[in-house]
Every structure is written in C-alpha cells, then in structure tokens.
Nanobody
Framework: QVQLVESGGGLVQAGGSLRLSCAAS????????MGWFRQAPGNEREFVAA????????LYADSVKGRFTISRDNAKNTVYLQMNSLKPEDTAVYYC?????????????????WGQGTLVTVSS
C-alpha cells in the first residue's frame, strides 16, 4: 500500500520560513503529479501548488506565488514546499496530494489520495 506522509510543519513568526516534505512510502507509488493543498479552520480546502513528476511544470495559487516554491526528488518519491515570507493567513493544515494532469492552463487534477496533514501556524 502507498501512503503520503507530510512533515515540516510548525510554529513560525510572520516573515519566517518553513519547508514541508511529503514522502510516499510503500511498495508502489504512481501518479503524474503531486500537489499541496491547505485548509484553515472553517474554510474549504484550497489548492496551493503542484508539480509534474516528468518535467519542470509547476502551478501556484495566486496567494502564494513568489513566496512558495514546490520541488521534487523523484528518486526519493518526495515533494517539498518551501514557504518563505509567511503570513498569518498562511496558517492552515497543509496536505499532500497525488494527482494527474489535464490539458488546460490549470492542469493539476487531484486524486483522492491525501496525506494526514501537517499544521503550519504563522503568528503575528
């Protein structure tokens, strides 16, 4: 079986940085892309960023563009989210997701495979 395990969350002051990791464990891992989503209390889960396994294609939500960077290590089946210049509104549980690719400008297509989430709290 395949599991997605997030790590790296924590408490940070506004303007600080965190690096989240999502590691796939198990005998087989298969997806075309990986994504990060987040969910704050009382809000719906929202898209943050995505990256293709096979090329350098990335996708970012406008709210994090220029501050967050998604990257991957194919050999380790691991995806990272480098979060800089954090703001209080970034506070949320961050979830890793396995997904596919659709052929339009917003190309990330999430599957129903999620990690357990890691909490990021940004203080004022």
């Amino acid at each position: 079986q395949v599991q997605l395990v997030e790590s790296g969350g924590g408490l940070v002051q506004a303007g600080g940085s965190l690096r989240l990791s999502c590691a796939a464990s198990g005998r087989t891992f298969s997806s075309y892309a990986m994504g990060w989503f987040r969910q704050a209390p009382g809000n719906e889960r929202e898209f943050v960023a995505a990256i293709s396994w096979s090329d350098d294609s990335t996708l970012y939500a406008d709210s994090v563009k220029g501050r967050f960077t998604i990257s991957r290590d194919n050999a380790k089946n691991t995806v990272y989210l480098q979060m800089n210049s954090l703001k209080p509104e970034d506070t949320a549980v961050y979830y890793c997701n396995a997904g596919g690719i659709k052929f339009d400008s917003s190309w990330y297509d999430p599957y129903s495979l999620w990690g357990q989430g890691t909490l990021v709290t940004v203080s004022s």
